[in-house]
């Protein structure tokens, strides 16, 4: 089976070349052999780096908010056409707007051009949380069933660091795992923590592969020079000099099946993988399975997402209002 990894700087702040350049992408993909791709963080309308290296700036977020993706909009909509014409599956990163709110999603696009799982970024990360809001419940759904009755899943960013999230992401099954990532530098520039590095990235990525025994697709942004100033971050600690591009592909041991790519390249890695690695990785340690002790230690997952409003117990209150004479 042959998946793809995106490295590529998104279409800063511009929703419809964003699609545009997401549909190029997914046609070079498909075009290649790829029967599944992923895709960054927040590709679509770029990741807003300027929230790291800035004071809260609402005449930038309302130009990026007005910039993110519906899921109920017509460039959506282009989106999943695109992606039945090139017959593959996807794993597409995406500011979602929904309403008055954002959220770091991810949709998982089938070759027929169906949305099979839309999540969310379950905690947002740091400044982060100026932008998007936490997911529902349901978002703990982070795989299905994809080509050839493969397990595909996908996480966004920082939540390969939730250690409870990655162990329920494996009991799911996951085959194949989409690790989607904005951009970031082999060495942190000073001034910003050492965590932020693609190396450290690079670490969660392998460590995923290797504890949930599944293939890795890493997708990462990168980000030209010129385009510094307009991320905002010309001149302070986020500017990437050297482009922040990592993408690569990672075997069930840990090992990366893809050449290194240069940071401020675009590109489209491939790699061409055989499941029955996997088999092999879990003979020693399958985490979800025999390396595991249920009796001892265990997880307790609540997906059910919460509505804003419940009128549970409306009715009790009545009957205790009448009961009391309350008119």
Not at 8 to 26: F, M, N, Q, S
Request: with cysteine; hydrophobic share 40%.
């Amino acid at each position: 089976m042959k998946v793809a990894a995106i490295q590529a700087e998104p279409a800063w702040w511009d929703l419809k070349a964003g699609v545009a350049k997401t549909i190029a992408l997914i046609k070079e993909a498909a075009a290649n052999g790829a029967q599944l791709v992923g895709f960054p963080e927040s590709f679509i309308p770029g990741y807003p780096m300027r929230i790291w290296s800035q004071p809260f700036n609402p005449q930038f977020l309302l130009e990026f908010k007005q910039n993110c993706l519906d899921v109920k909009s017509g460039e959506f909509q282009e989106i999943l056409d695109a992606v039945k014409e090139a017959g593959i599956w996807v794993v597409l990163g995406f500011c979602e707007v929904d309403g008055g709110s954002m959220y770091a999603a991810q949709v998982i696009i089938s070759n027929e051009g169906s949305v099979v799982l839309h999540r969310r970024k379950i905690k947002a990360t740091g400044n982060e949380r100026t932008v998007w809001g936490d997911a529902p419940g349901d978002s703990l759904q982070s795989a299905v069933v994809g080509p050839d009755g493969v397990t595909i899943g996908a996480l966004n960013c920082w939540e390969h660091l939730q250690p409870l999230l990655r162990f329920h992401h494996y009991s799911l099954g996951v085959q194949i795992h989409v690790a989607s990532w904005p951009f970031c530098d082999s060495t942190a520039s000073p001034g910003t923590p050492t965590t932020l590095s693609s190396d450290a990235q690079i670490v969660q990525c392998r460590m995923a592969a290797l504890e949930g025994q599944m293939f890795v697709i890493s997708s990462t942004q990168m980000i030209s020079s010129k385009n510094a100033e307009l991320c905002g971050v010309k001149g302070t600690p986020f500017e990437m000099p050297l482009g922040g591009g990592f993408a690569a592909i990672y075997g069930p041991d840990s090992v990366q099946l893809t050449a290194p790519t240069k940071p401020d390249e675009e590109i489209i890695v491939y790699a061409d993988i055989n499941l029955d690695d996997i088999k092999v990785a879990k003979l020693l340690a399958d985490s979800v399975g025999h390396y595991s002790r249920p009796g001892l230690l265990s997880l307790h997952v609540n997906s059910q997402p919460k509505p804003l409003v419940s009128y549970e117990g409306r009715k009790e209150y009545a009957l205790l209002n009448r009961k009391h004479g309350a008119q």
